[in-house]
Nanobody, 122 residues
Framework: VQLQASGGGLVQAGGSLRLSCTAS????????VGWFRQAPGKEREGVSC????????YYTDSVKGRFTISRDNAKKTVFLQMNGLKPEDTAVYYC????????????????WGQGTQVTVSS
């Protein structure tokens, strides 16, 4: 079981990045998926999550209107399109997957990727 995240990098404020997360070793289509981030000295927070059926999504307030989560079950891949990036978005971003649905991108996700660094310069 593996989740491989990619797409991070260094971008100027106002720029965009698209993170990808590809699953292997399990059927992603029956799992909820999520993106989390952890900035230096801060706790990990749920950024955006989506249910297996796509009927439920969650965005933390600070990214609403700027970030969009999507999934391509055929390719076993989850995306996070990040527009209008701000310096405060700088963090290591992790993708995760789990059975069922955890409200508000809470803890308890079963599978985790290795993280990809996103750095936004001012």
């Amino acid at each position: 079981v593996q989740l491989q995240a990619s797409g991070g990098g260094l971008v100027q404020a106002g720029g965009s990045l698209r993170l990808s997360c590809t699953a292997s070793g399990f059927a992603l289509d029956n799992h909820a998926v999520g993106w989390f981030r952890q900035a230096p000295g801060k706790e990990r927070e749920g950024v955006s999550c989506m249910s297996s059926s796509r009927t439920s999504t969650y965005y933390t307030d600070s990214v609403k209107g700027r970030f969009t989560i999507s999934r391509d079950n055929a390719k076993k891949t989850v995306f996070l399109q990040m527009n209008g990036l701000k310096p405060e978005d700088t963090a290591v971003y992790y993708c995760a997957a789990t059975w069922g649905w955890i409200p508000d991108c809470g803890g308890g996700y079963r599978y985790w990727g290795q993280g990809t660094q996103v750095t936004v310069s001012s």
